[in-house]
């Protein structure tokens, strides 16, 4: 029987992802466990498993292309019904999705929303030139509206002809090379009065313009946007970090199997601090507040692919030695781009540490869907009065918090850092399960 392979939701903002990488080809045979395909977002990179046996009959999506969640990516055949029947066809409700780990979408709804979108694409729009409508998925024409590019020269290699991401970023391209060149040409984009189009960059001799992967396209809407929607505010202080420097050394010289790290701590601290504050463990979305059981911590990681969030999750009442084991697994996944659905957690806040680049404080962006982040800066080693008034050399750490002034309010940011403060000035307490 034929099926719909929908693109999966991972994660809770999640709106839409790049198919990267289809694992198995038209024609070929699967069964349950095997990987079908690599999903991307801005956070990570999903290899998606078949949860039943079967064989891929078509993809209706190539690599590289940005869906939205829930749309149709491709069509399996379970091997259940005496012959393969066509989604136009039947009028039954099709099983899980083998692939979404959600229910695939009624299929004949299904054939109608291929029939409409060969036939009356509601995102369709009327050419200028005699009435031919042009058929673009929404990404592509955000892209080509954002880039200059008018849709109603292009052709489109989507299904059905249908101009995806990739046809709008090659002509954005193949427009700056024109610029580079100094062709002068006239702009294909006619804005409407109203819309105000930022002109073509002017590419100097010896400057090169590259278009932006979609990763990196996806992580800059998703933060300017970030920046835009959520109301940030910030709080900044030092941490006297003197203990827990000496106490870590201890530690790690008593067990070097399983070292320790700054971040650990931070992590722990950070944790520590949701519990005793669970007001703090919530996200605004459109619907309402949406408060979180579990304490999950997202935690910044570089790789090559750019930033990257994942979330060390569960870990309100786990010990040092659990919580370190499971950090370090999560970062080593997103390092080498192996990063599982369940490494996105629901973190209301991630841990962002450029200690290690000497930056005295970090303000940082606020992840979409999350309500904080912790800014960590350098240890520093400062002289500040003792008891008596005499100078003593101490180990100081720069934070900023960034918050969202519709979760938590200035009074409320202050008390959850100083939580943060006071136990990584007395470090035991993170060790004491």
Known sequence: MRQALTLPKLGLT??????????????AAFVAGDLLYVVENDKVANEIEAEADGSLLETVVSAGDTVPVGDVIGY?????GESVVSVQETKVQAPADIGSGEPAADTAALAQQKSDSTHQDPGGQQAPDGGRRIIATPYAR??????????????????HGRIVARDVEAASTADAQRVASGLQQQPQFQPKAEAAVPAPVAVAPGQSLTAPTSMQATIARRLTASKQEIPHFYLALDIDVTRLVTLRKEVNRAQEEHRLTLNHFIVMAVARALRQMPEANRVWTNDGIL??????????????????APAVCDVGHVSMGALAERLNAVIERARVGRMNQAD????????????????????SIINPGQSMILGVGSVKAVFRPDDEGQPELRQEMGVVLSADHRIIDGVRGLKFLNIVRELLEQPVRLLVH
């Open 344 to 363: 996105l957690g629901s973190p209301a806040i991630t841990v962002s540490n450029a200690g290690m680049h000497h930056v005295h404080f970090m303000g």
């Open 76 to 80: 399996w055949d379970d091997g259940l």
């Open 142 to 159: 955000k892209l080509a509206a954002g880039q200059g590019v008018s849709l109603s020269g292009l052709s489109g290699t989507g299904p």
């Open 14 to 27: 999640m709106t839409e992802g790049i198919v990267s990488e289809w694992l198995v080809q038209p024609g």
């Open 291 to 308: 408060s979180f059981s579990q304490i999950d911590v997202g935690v910044a990681v570089s790789t090559e692919d750019g930033l990257l």
